[in-house]
C-alpha cells in the first residue's frame, strides 16, 4: 500500500518567512498527525486531528502554526513568521482509527532549516 | 506532564551482543507502550507494541519487550543483534493527558544503536 506522502523534502527559510508543509495521509486513515522533531530529541505532538476536525492543538504554538485537513484527507501545517528555533524535521503521520492502541504511519518528513 | 525516558542516547555494540534498551516513563494510569525504529534514510516505523494481556511481548525482526507495571518500564531486549539493527530507536506511551483533554503519544528521545560487524 502507498504510505504516508510529504513535500517538500527540505526546505531553508530566513526568519519571520512563512513556510507550509503538505500531507497525503494512507487512504481511508481517519486520524493524521503533526510532530515536530529537533535535532536529538523525540517526536513532539503538534496537533491531531480526527477527520477534518482537530481532537488535540494543546501544544501547537498558535500565534505562529496553523493547520487544516481539508475535507478529512490531506493536511497543511503552515508556520507564519519562522523563528530559528522552528528548524526541526516535521513529520506527518496517519492511523486508521483513533484508538489508543493503533499503529502509527510516518511519513519521510519535511526537514526545515531557518536561517 | 507524562514524560518518557531512555535511559541511553548511544549504544555501540558488536554482532551477535545481546541488546537491552531501559524505557521509563511517567504516567501512573492505563497507558499503551511502543516501541519505533528508524533505520538510516527510512521513516519511523512500528517495532512492538504493549496494549493488554501477556507483559512480554515480540516484535518484528527477533525484538522483544517487557512490560513491568511496577517499574513503569518498558525495556527493548534483543538476544543476538545483527549489522542491520543499527538504527534509532524510539519508546513511545499513549495516555491520557488532562491537560489536552485527550489521549496523547509521547516519544521518549530516543537511542541510537550502532551494531560494529
Known amino acids: 500500500e502507498a504510505g504516508v506522502a510529504q513535500s517538500p523534502r527540505y526546505k531553508i527559510i530566513e526568519k519571520r518567512q512563512s513556510v507550509a508543509f503538505w500531507c497525503n495521509p494512507i487512504?481511508?486513515?481517519?486520524?493524521l498527525y503533526w510532530y515536530q522533531q529537533i535535532l536529538g530529541q523525540g517526536p513532539k505532538l503538534l496537533i491531531q486531528?480526527?477527520?477534518?476536525?482537530?481532537?488535540?492543538d494543546s501544544q501547537l504554538p498558535k500565534d505562529r502554526f496553523s493547520a487544516e485537513r481539508l475535507k478529512g484527507v490531506d493536511s497543511t501545517l503552515k508556520i507564519q513568521p519562522a523563528k530559528l528555533e522552528d528548524s526541526a524535521v516535521y513529520l506527518c503521520?496517519?492511523?486508521?482509527?483513533?484508538?489508543?492502541?493503533?499503529?502509527?504511519?510516518f511519513g519521510s518528513g519535511t526537514q526545515l532549516s531557518v536561517l | 506532564a507524562q514524560s518518557v525516558s531512555q535511559h541511553n542516547h548511544h549504544v555501540i555494540l558488536s554482532e551477535a551482543a545481546s541488546l537491552e534498551l531501559g524505557c521509563n516513563y511517567s504516567y501512573g494510569g492505563t497507558v499503551n507502550l511502543f516501541w519505533y525504529v528508524q533505520y538510516p534514510g527510512q521513516h519511523l516505523q512500528l517495532l512492538l507494541k504493549?496494549?493488554?494481556?501477556?507483559?512480554l511481548v515480540k516484535g518484528i525482526k527477533g525484538f522483544e519487550a517487557e512490560f513491568i507495571k511496577s517499574k513503569f518500564s518498558f525495556n527493548l531486549r534483543k538476544p543476538s543483534v545483527q549489522w542491520s539493527d543499527t538504527a534509532e530507536y524510539f519508546c513511545?506511551?499513549?495516555?491520557?493527558?488532562?491537560?489536552?483533554?485527550?489521549?496523547?503519544?509521547?516519544f521518549g528521545k530516543g537511542t541510537k544503536l550502532s551494531v560494529i560487524p
Open positions: 487512504s481511508g486513515h481517519a486520524t
Open positions: 513511545a506511551v499513549n495516555a491520557f493527558y488532562s491537560g489536552a483533554g485527550s489521549y496523547q503519544l509521547t
Open positions: 503521520a496517519s492511523s486508521f482509527t483513533f484508538a489508543t492502541n493503533e499503529k502509527l504511519f
Open positions: 504493549y496494549f493488554s494481556g501477556d507483559p
Open positions: 486531528f480526527q477527520n477534518n476536525g482537530v481532537v488535540d
